[in-house]
Each structure stands twice: as structure tokens, then as C-alpha cells.
């Protein structure tokens, strides 16, 4: 099956997609970021430079995750005072979306909720020890930051950028559960999942390290 | 040339320190957010690519790490650099008690540390799972995925001395509240600062796992004493030792069962006497002629008396009748009671016996010959007091091959020696490691 191809309305260049639910992009050329509407591309803005590399992962990293393949095709990276992390947006062999967040090394693998949970304490609420139901599990409170939407990369299953400064709450449980509550949209978005061990995965594609 | 790879070579960024211009080399591929200026030791921002300075610093003595930054080694199989050392400080009762801990980093597993106390050895990794605490006993206890971990003491620990870089923006000065729980050989510790709470496990590591992994060619101070998480040396081996001795003890038992059955045990001679001391004339006799049967074995001999508060003496002989083979013993049998101050009291028994081994079958009668001392008694309404004989009624009977359980109480006391060493043992371990925590008895 041909991967649905585009074209950069700012430099003419092909747009690829790897993830045919994918609702926005990056031009790999002129750093554009592009929404997608049917067949036409939509420039919204550019990406500013990205801050230096710190992940190991990188577009098109594959892996496995509980059977199922997966590979990396987007990502968003937030800012917050004491450093950035990326979330890698990650597709399925079966089409559905995941989320394989990488914050100072510390790996976790998250799915959206879907319907979003209603009923979340509000974001100016939130302290760590807090405890609550989210879709029947308890979850406790461990990190609240405040972090920035730095930049993006790539393929995002929804629109994502010019976001202002929200509020993220990091949710734990005894059994290595691990949920992330982004307050950027009313009601917030919910992403559950758990935290999960770097060779478990069994990454692919990796990027090298000089001297490692 | 071996046919692996050579290690390749670090790389290595390097920057000058705002400060003092010195090269500041940087490890952390961009995961680190503060670096320590190797000549001035001033903290620097190394999220910042001017590397703001954080913190200068003025230390009095430069400390050394054991393990030197920069040196790779394998930790759980993966390669880990050093890129880190800080000393952390808690002062209790007015002493302060400093130890070292080393950060770890590879650029795909990323962070890991090395503490080490006195010799002890600790290796650390940040926890997955929220751990959960209860109190059990009145005393705090935490559970991680099923591991329960006895709180051990609750402290102050400060930043005294830093070196390299941090993933986090280190200070010296800087205090965080901490809470250490254990289940030998790991360790949890809750970590609190500006209402962020962390957790990290740590696993006691021997000084030599530590030396091999990053191939030092020093090599690093023995431990002294025992610190909180340390294994006790002989983890295991108590359960064994007491498995050991229910089997062997229960072999015993089968053994003595056995033994048991297989006697004869048969009663071969028993008759009822009456001595009476004042009567003069010569006071050993013999008995009539019984026969032992079977094999070489013991003979029994038990003596029942009705003495009351009185003693007597018996020389007796057990004699072979056809060869005239003797074997002589004498018993003094005693028994005495009363009541004092303290209440009651009794001494000695009015019974006794005595086993005879190897004893060859064949027909054997007894000499038996009684001493008493004539006793005098104060009789009621009498003026003076007037010597007057009791005597004793005793019965002796004598028993073919008893079963004996000397040899059997022998042996469960040998058995019983590891395990209860090695249970003293673990005890001590057990109190010199909680001597140090909140909880010692001192």
C-alpha cells in the first residue's frame, strides 16, 4: 500500500506520512509545521531549533511493546525549568497511536484515554501525594510541572502547536502504573500506561553516540 | 590484541568555566543540568549553553573519589560512566557523618549512582512503582511491589562537596529530608524537597563486585561495621542449619524408636526386703539365682525404699553363679523433707537405679548387703530422748536389656550446636545493625 504523499505548500519538497491518521507534520526540509486537511497541506507556523539531542530515540526507532510493533513517527517536545523531555509519537502495526515518553532517561509508554475522564481534580488543585480515581485505578499524585511546548517533529495524531505555558501532572500507582494529565485543553487530557524498562522495548533505529 | 572491541573512547565536550576560564569538560550528553568547574569548583548552569554559574565555590580541602570521573564500568551489564561525586552530610547529635555518592550515566539508560559509607557499597536506581506506607508494630513500614521495608531512621542530609556533573541543579549547602527503610540486602529511600518527593532503591553491593566492575587499580577500604541494608554473612545458611538439624534430629528419633523396639526390656528379678540396723550379726546376703538371657546387653537395677528423712547404703553385687564373675557397685539412697521459712523443701529421693552394661547372659544372683545408722528419736511426752531403730522396707528388681537415652540426648545436643551458633550469631548481626537506626535500645 502507497504511503499517502503531500507537498510542502512553503518549499514545494514531498511530504510522506507514515501514519495515515496523522492530522499534522513537519516539512523534514523547511521545518513548516503543516496541518492536513484531505489532500491539502495547511502551513501553520515553523518550528524554532530544536535543543540538542539528548534521546537516544529518533523518527522511524522502531520497537516492541506488549506484541505490538511499533514505530516512531512524531514527537513534541516540552520545556519546563529544570530541562525539556520528549514525548515520541509512536504507530502500531494495528494503526492506533502511543505515546513513548523520554524524561532524563526515564522511559514510559502511555495511551490517550479515550473518552477523555471527566471529573479530574483542577490543575491549580494538584499536589503530590494527592490521591484519585482515574477510570477505576487509584492513582497518586507524584511530580506537578509546569512545562512549555518547545517544539515538534514529524506526525501528531491531533494539531499541536503555539500552546501556552500548562500545567502537567504525572500520576503514579504501587504496581508501576503511570499517567500523565495534560491541562492544555478543557477537559484535560488523560494519558494512561506505565512505566517500562529501555530493553524491554528492544529498539531499532537508534541514534548512536559518539563513543558509546 | 584480544578480539573484542576496545572500548571506544568518551566523548567528551568541552567548555570554559565563566568563572575561571578553565576547561570544563561535560559527560552528560546534554541529559546533565549542572557541571562543577574542575579548577575553581564553582557550580555552572549546564543547561545553559553559557554555562551560568549557579554557585561559586570555596572549599577548604579537596576531596577525592575512589572511583575517578570519567572511569567506565559494567553495572547489571550494561557500561555506566562516572560522571558525578558529591559528599552528603547528616549531623547526629552534634557529629557529623559524611558519605559519597557517585552518578552514573548512559546515554540510553541514563542515570544510576553509587553511594558508599564506611567501606559499604550501595548501588542505586530511581523506583518505578509509588511505594506504600503503613505502620505495622507502631513502627513505619513501606511495601514496594510486594517487598516490605522496615523504616531504619529518618535524617538531614547536606550537600558538602561536589564534583562533575548532576542531573539535577546541584548546591552545596543545599538540604534534603530523608527516610531510609531496609530489607537487606536493599534499600528504599524517600527523598524530600520543596514538597517533591522521590524514591530510590538502592542494593548493598560488596567492595569487590565495585573493584572488578570499574577495574580500579586501588583498591577500595575494607567496610567496618555493619551498615543498614548490609546482607548478614550467613543469610540462608540459618534456615539451613535448622533444616539440617529437623532431619538429622528426626533420623535420631526414627534411630532411637528402633532401638527401643529391638530391646527386650523384661523384667527378670524383683523382691521386697526389710533391713533393721540394730540387729546385730552380719547384714549381706545373697539372693536366689535369676538368668539373664540373650545377647551381651545391660542390666537394670532399681531400688525402691520407704526411708523418710533417713538414708541408707547398699553394697551390692551382681554375681555370674557359674564363673563367680562380679560386678560390684554401692548406691546411698536419701530422701529428706520439711519446712522452713521458704515453705517446703525435699532432698534426695526414696528410689534410685542403675544400669550395668555388657552384661553376658547366663545365671547371676545379687549380694546385697545394707548399712543404716541407728536413729535417734524424740518420742512424744518422753522425758529423754531414746534410741529407737527404724529400719527400711526396699525392694530391688532387676531388668533385663533396657532401652537407654543417653546416646540419643547426646546427639540432639551435637546436632543443636550450628544452628543455635548460628543463631547467636545472626542476633548480633541483627543488634549491631539496628544499634545505628532510630531504633536502637540505647
Known sequence: MAKPVGQCPNCGAPVEFHFSSAVQTTCPYCQSILVRHDVNLEKVGVVADLPPEVSPIQLLTEGVYRGLSFQVVGRIIYEYELGSWNEWHCVTHQGTSLWLSDAMAQYAITQEAKPRPLNLPAAEEMRPGQRFLVNGVNYEVTHVTKARYRGVQGELPFEYWDKNECIFVDLRTPDARFATIDYSEQPPLVFLGEMVDFDSLRLKHLREFEGW | ?442
Open chain 2, 1 to 442: 590484541m584480544s578480539s573484542q572491541p576496545a572500548t571506544p573512547k568518551p566523548s567528551i565536550r568541552s567548555v570554559s568555566c565563566p568563572n575561571c576560564g578553565g576547561t570544563v569538560e561535560l559527560r552528560g550528553l546534554g541529559r546533565s543540568l549542572s557541571v562543577v568547574c574542575i579548577q575553581c569548583l564553582s557550580v555552572l548552569d549546564a543547561s545553559t549553553p553559557s554555562l551560568e554559574i549557579l554557585q561559586r565555590f570555596q572549599v577548604r580541602e579537596r576531596i577525592r573519589p575512589r572511583i575517578p570521573l570519567g572511569v567506565r564500568g559494567k553495572m547489571r551489564g550494561d557500561l555506566y560512566e562516572v560522571i558525578g561525586f558529591q559528599v552528603r552530610t547528616m549531623t547526629v547529635e552534634g557529629i557529623d557523618y559524611s558519605w559519597s555518592e557517585y552518578v552514573l550515566f548512559n546515554p540510553y539508560k541514563g542515570f544510576r549512582y553509587l553511594s558508599e559509607y564506611n567501606g559499604h557499597w550501595n548501588d542505586i536506581v530511581v523506583v518505578h512503582s509509588q511505594p506504600q506506607q503503613s505502620l505495622e508494630a507502631g513502627r513505619p513500614v513501606v511495601t514496594l511491589l510486594g517487598e516490605k521495608f522496615r523504616h531504619f531512621q529518618h535524617y538531614r542530609a547536606r550537600t558538602t562537596y561536589v564534583m562533575g556533573e548532576f542531573p539535577w541543579k546541584v548546591q552545596v549547602g543545599e538540604e534534603v529530608l530523608c527516610d531510609d527503610y531496609v530489607h537487606p540486602p536493599r534499600i528504599l529511600t524517600w527523598e524530600q524537597q520543596e514538597g517533591e518527593a522521590n524514591w530510590s532503591l538502592g542494593e548493598y553491593t560488596p567492595k569487590t563486585v565495585i573493584e572488578q566492575n570499574f577495574q580500579l587499580k586501588e583498591k577500595l577500604p575494607e567496610p567496618i561495621g555493619v551498615f543498614a541494608n548490609q546482607p548478614a554473612p550467613d543469610q540462608g545458611m540459618l534456615g539451613m542449619a535448622w533444616r539440617q538439624f529437623a532431619t538429622w534430629a528426626l533420623v535420631l528419633v526414627c534411630v532411637q524408636i528402633l532401638f527401643v523396639f529391638f530391646h527386650a526390656n523384661k523384667k527378670v528379678f524383683s523382691r521386697t526386703y526389710y533391713f533393721n540396723p540394730n540387729v546385730g550379726g552380719e547384714h549381706s546376703f545373697v539372693t536366689d539365682i535369676f538368668e539373664l538371657k540373650g545377647r551381651t546387653s545391660n542390666v537394670k537395677l532399681d531400688l525402691r525404699t520407704d526411708l523418710n528423712n533417713n538414708w541408707a547404703y547398699f553394697q551390692i553385687a551382681l554375681i555370674n553363679a557359674d564363673n563367680g564373675q562380679a560386678f560390684a557397685f554401692g548406691r546411698q539412697v536419701s530422701y529428706y523433707h520439711g519446712r522452713d521459712s521458704d515453705g517446703a523443701w525435699t532432698e534426695g529421693s526414696p528410689q534410685d537405679s542403675v544400669v550395668l552394661s555388657s552384661i553376658p547372659a547366663g545365671k547371676y544372683y545379687l549380694r546385697i548387703e545394707p548399712e543404716m545408722e541407728p536413729q535417734a528419736e524424740r518420742l512424744p511426752g518422753a522425758r529423754t530422748t531414746v534410741a529407737r531403730v527404724q529400719g527400711v522396707n526396699y525392694q530391688i528388681t532387676v531388668t533385663r536389656d533396657v532401652p537407654t537415652w543417653g546416646f540419643f540426648w547426646m546427639g540432639v545436643l551435637l546436632l543443636l550446636i550450628p544452628p543455635v551458633y548460628r543463631t547467636l550469631r545472626a542476633g548480633s548481626f541483627e543488634m549491631k545493625r539496628w544499634a545505628e537506626s532510630d531504633y536502637s535500645s540505647s
